[in-house]
């Protein structure tokens, strides 16, 4: 590294920021050892700010495998194996400290990504390869955990949102919200989850998807919704909750295969039909009035080994402007929107229970967490 130091010394400084602003968040961390140049540069906010842009437009794919089974009464230890890769590296790591059980991942549009085991929730830096156990949160009486996990780039800090059934009749609820907040290098006391006063008014369904600065949930189909009724809001500076009309009535009839995504800072609404076999993209283009327009329509006929009664679509975001698709195949799939065609991607040996997400690398550092005692 020294001599490629050496080789760049002569170069323009717009040069080297272009150079260095497309290596990882680790290799730059060890290039701030090489030189004083080097540290200024890779310190400097203009840089910071090139690399976050080079980082958003060339995003990572993270791919979670796990060896244990859900057994609740199994207590050895778990480990997950993590693979990030991308056009230019494929790197391998794993990480224990989890019993067996699932583990859930939650991505969060950008960098960290939330895992859930047992009840507890983990914090995981997939461009530090570091992870952190958060404070316990509160025991719910239902079984499901539901929760929110996103960031917000205005204020440079996630929002984990954990819902949590306080009532001790089975054939009732009453849902509370708490929510948790991480800055960049900030300490996570033991205090750190705050519950807000208005409770949820019905059980959710899935992980939160955080746009606008409202987390977004379908409401559980346990509580019977209206259609006026289908979606739950939670608003991150009120504090308060509201609902979002399901965007397509016959749809919400026939209750097709339904779930949210975050796509280009939008909320989205994936709706798959069965019959004719096609998936819809509606995107909430005016969050204050309510407003769906359905933006694509994917005929899934064209997706190969497609099977209209066993295969199950999942939109995990846009990358180099395709849709990234997983249909429990061995490879994901890439949907150019313009020309409406899928591109079969590599082999990747995924899994029915392969976690999926794409991540931004960032500098965004976890901090410590403070037990209090």
């Given at each position: 590294?020294?001599?490629?130091?050496?080789?760049?010394?002569?170069?323009?400084?717009?040069?080297?920021?272009?150079?260095?602003?497309?290596?990882?968040?680790?290799?730059?961390?060890?290039?701030?050892?090489?030189?004083?140049?080097?540290?200024?540069?890779?310190?400097?906010?203009?840089?910071?700010?090139?690399?976050?842009?080079?980082?958003?437009?060339?995003?990572?794919?993270l791919l979670l495998n796990?060896?244990?089974?859900?057994?609740?009464?199994?207590?050895?230890?778990?480990?997950?194996?993590?693979?990030?890769?991308?056009?230019?590296?494929?790197?391998?790591?794993?990480?224990?400290?989890?019993?067996?059980?699932?583990?859930?991942?939650?991505?969060?549009?950008?960098?960290?990504?939330?895992?859930?085991?047992?009840?507890?929730?983990?914090?995981?830096?997939?461009?530090?390869?570091?992870?952190?156990?958060?404070?316990?949160?509160?025991?719910?009486?239902?079984?499901?955990?539901?929760?929110?996990?996103?960031?917000?780039?205005?204020?440079?800090?996630?929002?984990?949102?954990?819902?949590?059934?306080?009532?001790?009749?089975?054939?009732?609820?009453?849902?509370?919200?708490?929510?948790?907040?991480?800055?960049?290098?900030?300490?996570?006391?033991?205090?750190?989850?705050?519950?807000?006063?208005?409770?949820?008014?019905?059980?959710?369904?899935?992980?939160?998807?955080?746009?606008?600065?409202?987390?977004?949930?379908?409401?559980?189909?346990?509580?019977?919704?209206?259609?006026?009724?289908?979606?739950?809001?939670?608003?991150?500076?009120?504090?308060?909750?509201?609902?979002?009309?399901?965007?397509?009535?016959?749809?919400?009839?026939?209750?097709?295969?339904?779930?949210?995504?975050?796509?280009?800072?939008?909320?989205?609404?994936?709706?798959?039909?069965?019959?004719?076999?096609?998936?819809?993209?509606?995107?909430?283009?005016?969050?204050?009035?309510?407003?769906?327009?359905?933006?694509?329509?994917?005929?899934?006929?064209?997706?190969?080994?497609?099977?209209?009664?066993?295969?199950?679509?999942?939109?995990?975001?846009?990358?180099?402007?395709?849709?990234?698709?997983?249909?429990?195949?061995?490879?994901?799939?890439?949907?150019?929107?313009?020309?409406?065609?899928?591109?079969?991607?590599?082999?990747?040996?995924?899994?029915?229970?392969?976690?999926?997400?794409?991540?931004t690398e960032s500098f965004?550092?976890?901090?410590?967490?403070?037990?209090?005692?």
């Open positions: 590294m020294r001599k490629l130091n050496a080789e760049m010394g002569c170069l323009p400084s717009e040069i080297k920021f272009n150079i260095l602003s497309r290596l990882p968040v680790r290799m730059l961390c060890r290039c701030k050892s090489v030189s004083k140049d080097w540290l200024q540069i890779v310190s400097d906010p203009y840089f910071l700010k090139l690399h976050q842009e080079q980082s958003k437009r060339n995003k990572q794919l796990q060896g244990l089974g859900d057994d609740e009464d199994d207590t050895r230890p778990q480990f997950v194996h993590f693979l990030a890769t991308s056009l230019e590296k494929e790197v391998h790591f794993g990480l224990g400290g989890f019993i067996c059980g699932y583990v859930y991942m939650i991505p969060s549009g950008h960098d960290l990504i939330c895992l859930i085991n047992r009840g507890h929730f983990h914090i995981f830096s997939p461009s530090f390869i570091k992870g952190i156990r958060l404070p316990q949160a509160k025991l719910s009486n239902c079984l499901e955990m539901d929760a929110g996990f996103g960031y917000i780039p205005s204020q440079n800090e996630y929002k984990l949102v954990h819902m949590f059934d306080v009532n001790p009749n089975p054939f009732a609820y009453s849902i509370k919200c708490e929510i948790l907040t991480l800055t960049d290098g900030g300490t996570i006391g033991a205090d750190a989850w705050k519950e807000i006063k208005q409770e949820c008014p019905f059980k959710v369904s899935g992980w939160g998807v955080l746009a606008n600065n409202k987390f977004y949930w379908i409401v559980s189909v346990v509580c019977t919704p209206c259609e006026e009724k289908s979606i739950v809001s939670l608003d991150l500076e009120t504090e308060t909750f509201d609902f979002i009309p399901h965007p397509h009535y016959v749809s919400y009839l026939e209750g097709n295969d339904m779930f949210l995504v975050e796509l280009k800072g939008q909320l989205c609404f994936i709706d798959t039909f069965a019959y004719p076999p096609v998936t819809d993209i509606w995107v909430l283009v005016d969050p204050v009035r309510k407003i769906w327009v359905k933006e694509h329509r994917i005929d899934l006929t064209m997706l190969q080994g497609f099977d209209d009664e066993q295969t199950q679509v999942l939109i995990h975001g846009y990358e180099n402007g395709e849709l990234v698709i997983s249909s429990q195949q061995k490879s994901l799939e890439f949907y150019d929107t313009r020309r409406k065609i899928f591109r079969k991607g590599e082999d990747l040996n995924l899994l029915w229970h392969t976690g999926i997400c794409l991540y965004f550092s976890l901090g410590i967490v403070d037990s209090g005692l």
